[in-house]
């Protein structure tokens, strides 16, 4: 590993994202100062992960959990025996509350921290937001209180931010604008309430198995424009991909000049037919998901839970380990497309965690529980709302449970992207989030602007932050 003389690195938002590139950091002797910036309580555990009901899960299995890219047994060894008391016993894999994973991701970066001190770097948290960077020579960050820090490497890890407030809701008495953490924003929830959660993805899962965790007896709506649900994981299976491989698509592009959409399909057709299935019945499931009754859907997907067929499973997994390098590969039409499947790729991608699949299909059958889709508006009309879809319903709550999309500049970080476009350090993606234009920026997470469509999970962003962390010391390595 190379030796640092003096280098300054500051590290922008103190999340998940973080967390990896500081272990990814910890390979460098040194003799400068890494400053992570992170205004809020949830230092180290960012949007996701901080202290919550213990409803409130992860959702993947621990072989995906890792913050540490290239050891995707670090998260399990942390975990050990802890596990057991969490197992979902229908994937056969412990899923912890987001709070424990949370306490991994704090004593991954407190490790992490300790190790970057003996090899020589002063390391400082800054509680305060970054609002601008400068050129000055060197890298001039403005934090929110006025202050100045002098860097010559910025990474930005700020994240997705939260929820938009689509309807114009904020402030409405019984609107909650971000559900979590859902401990704090359902306390006050009377159980015999209607309630309507807007969104129909993992975090509209996430409001609807609290509520229920919580004894709530009032009916529940999941609104939407699709009334899409996330699918249901599958239990891992032992199969490897072998046609579906960084490897291929580099091969299809020296092979022909270009990756095509076609050309994936071809790949992904191979795969399966080695196992002796179809593409096109897993393409016609796939198409479904916008006809088929929701519900109908989860039970054929909690019956397929232990389906041997692996055609599921590799696109899950692939849509994370290839899909990132394919993605920048594609021709603009192709990614359009995938772009109009927004909704149903990210269930594929991040599908439900069984034991919530169950808890939701329970609440389906017994009529608690219902999906609306086709959702042009809700309005606040005579002290509840007033939500007009496929059929008006009524709600005396309404939960907004629909995260940013990928590219989105979170809120706490407006100023400081606008700055950095001013500045000429970055630059506006053409279709959301920014592209560092200066070697000495770096940015990890969803505000990429070149990253994939759906959403990054913690694999993902652990190896974007090792990623990271190899170009930042890469000016004296
Ligand atoms: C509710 C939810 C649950 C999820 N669950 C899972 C899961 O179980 N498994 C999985 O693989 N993935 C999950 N994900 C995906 C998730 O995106 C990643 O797991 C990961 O948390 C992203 O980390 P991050 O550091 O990029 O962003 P964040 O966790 O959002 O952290 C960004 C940090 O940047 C800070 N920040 C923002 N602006 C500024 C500024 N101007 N100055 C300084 N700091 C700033 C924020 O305060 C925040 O703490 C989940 C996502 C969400 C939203």
């Not at 979902?88 to 190790?115: F, I, M, N, S």
């Not at 400068?134 to 209180?145: E, H, I, K, Q, Y």
């Not at 604008?177 to 807007?198: C, K, M, N």
Request: with cysteine.
């Amino acid at each position: 590993m190379p030796r640092l003389r003096g280098m300054d690195i500051a590290i922008i938002g103190g999340g998940a994202a973080a967390v990896g590139l500081l272990d990814a950091l910890t390979g460098a002797d040194g003799g400068g100062t890494v400053t992570v910036f992170e205004p809020s309580a949830a230092l180290w555990r960012g949007r996701p992960y901080g202290p919550d009901l213990d409803s409130v899960l992860v959702n993947a299995p621990p072989a995906i959990m890792s913050i540490r890219h290239g050891d995707p047994g670090h998260y399990a060894a942390w975990l050990g025996a802890r596990g057991d008391a969490h197992l979902d016993e229908r994937l056969g894999q412990p899923l912890v509350p987001r709070a424990l994973y949370g306490e991994y991701l704090e004593h991954t970066a407190e490790k992490a921290v300790a190790e970057l001190r003996e090899r020589g770097w002063r390391v400082e948290v800054v509680a305060a937001p970054v609002v601008g960077v400068a050129r000055s020579g060197r890298l001039t960050l403005r934090t929110g209180d006025g202050r100045e820090h002098v860097a010559d490497q910025v990474v930005l890890c700020v994240g997705g931010g939260r929820p938009h407030d689509h309807y114009g809701l904020g402030g409405a008495p019984g609107f909650v604008g971000d559900p979590y953490p859902l401990a704090r924003t359902l306390e006050d929830v009377p159980p015999e309430s209607e309630v309507v959660v807007i969104g129909s993805g993992l975090t509209a899962v996430d409001v609807v198995v609290s509520l229920a965790a919580r004894g709530h007896t009032g009916r529940i709506g999941m609104v939407s424009r699709t009334g899409v649900l996330p699918y249901v994981w599958q239990r891992p299976g032992p199969h490897r991909p072998r046609h579906v491989t960084v490897e291929r698509v580099k091969a299809l592009l020296d092979a022909r000049g270009e990756v095509t959409l076609d050309g994936l399909a071809g790949l992904l057709r191979a795969e399966l037919a080695d196992a002796g299935e179809d593409l096109d019945v897993l393409l016609a499931d796939l198409r479904a998901a916008w006809t088929e009754d929701p519900v109908r859907r989860l039970r054929r997907q909690i019956a397929a839970i232990d389906a041997p067929e692996i055609g599921r499973r590799v696109l899950q997994e692939t849509a994370h380990t290839v899909g990132p390098y394919a993605w920048r590969l594609l021709p603009e039409h192709d990614r359009d497309m995938l772009r109009g499947w927004f909704r149903v790729a990210s269930g594929v991608a991040s599908p439900m965690v069984p034991v919530n699949a169950a808890r939701l299909l329970e609440l389906f059958d017994s009529g608690q529980l219902r999906v609306v889709h086709g959702v042009t508006g809700i309005e606040r009309v005579n002290g509840g709302f007033r939500v007009d879809a496929d059929r008006v319903e009524t709600a005396g709550l309404v939960v907004n449970a629909v995260n940013p999309p990928p590219h989105s500049v979170p809120q706490a970080a407006a100023a400081l992207v606008s700055s950095l476009v001013d500045e000429g350090l970055a630059a506006a993606h053409p279709t959301g989030g920014v592209v560092p234009a200066d070697p000495r920026l770096h940015v990890v997470g969803d505000l990429a602007g070149d990253g994939p469509f759906i959403t990054s999970g913690i694999p993902g962003v652990a190896a974007q932050g090792a990623m990271a962390s190899r170009a930042v010391l890469a000016p004296v390595g």
